[in-house]
């Protein structure tokens, strides 16, 4: 199936590990050209040159922070800068501490707020004018499955991707008639880098091996394993594509059944 994504622009946050990097990977091999940003410059250096190997896209890396606002600006505008235009986002950002209410200062949310909701409006507050022009856009927000059904000792994460869900359905409604779509997909329990620190956390917390905190996911999954990351940037990058361009609105879950609810 040709996605249609050959000579479009994508910018994929956090890209350098993870979600991040799958989806960057799949929209590479698909031939789209690729901004990508990360905080650690080294990684996310390394991440684009062995896309540019395997694949023969073109890929800069723009390290920055995309909690910071002045950094925001910076990395859409050398994309912008280099090849004229955004045409696809996704955003994606990792994950906020875990805690309980009480357990959380006025410091924890103002930096959870920055960097799940506040960077997810500044970006697509940058590409949302040249989207409108061109009339074709696509805005995908890599947000959890938190977001559906809350997650115990992930209050940050459950209030917050919650926000950019209905921000994203509310956009979605604004900008339909300009062919641009705005989707959110959640990932559940995939095997990266950020999973496995939550293990961590947990197990240390509870003082049990992280064996047994993965063990106790995947009981909770229909389909008793962690997810692939290749499985949820498959569906990422259809989103994003020429394909999917009746889709918008929607929260689509990679989660092998987790979420119970209906809608």
């Known amino acids: 199936m040709d996605l249609g994504l050959r000579e479009k622009v994508a910018l994929v946050a956090a890209a350098s590990q993870g979600l991040g990097r799958a989806v960057a990977e799949e929209l590479a091999a698909e031939g789209a050209s690729l901004v990508l940003c990360a905080r650690g410059e080294k990684l996310l250096n390394e991440t684009c040159d062995a896309i540019r190997e395997k694949t023969g896209s073109h890929v800069i890396p723009v390290a920055g922070d995309l909690s910071v606002t002045a950094d925001v600006e910076r990395i859409v505008g050398e994309g912008i800068a280099r090849f004229g235009q955004i045409d696809i986002l996704v955003t994606n950002t990792g994950g906020p501490s875990a805690g309980q209410f009480e357990n959380l200062t006025r410091e924890n949310w103002d930096e959870a707020t920055r960097g799940l909701l506040t960077s997810v409006l500044d970006l697509t507050r940058l590409v ?133 609810s209906l809608f």
């Open 128 to 260: 949302l004018p040249g989207m409108k022009e061109r009339r074709w856009g696509r805005i995908l927000n890599i947000t959890s499955i938190a977001s559906k059904q809350p997650v115990e000792n992930l209050m940050l994460s459950n209030t917050l991707r919650a926000a950019v869900s209905g921000f994203a359905k509310t956009l979605a409604s604004e900008v339909a008639e300009y062919s641009i779509t705005v989707n959110n997909i959640l990932p559940g329990y995939t095997a990266t880098e950020r999973v496995e620190e939550l293990a961590q956390t947990i197990a240390q917390k509870e003082g049990v091996d992280p064996v047994e905190v993965r063990t106790r996911w995947e009981a909770q999954i229909p389909m008793k394993r962690l997810g692939k990351p290749e499985e949820f940037a498959a569906l990422a990058a259809f989103l994003v594509s020429e394909r999917a361009s009746y889709i918008t609105g929607s929260s689509i879950a990679v989660d092998g059944g987790w979420i119970r």
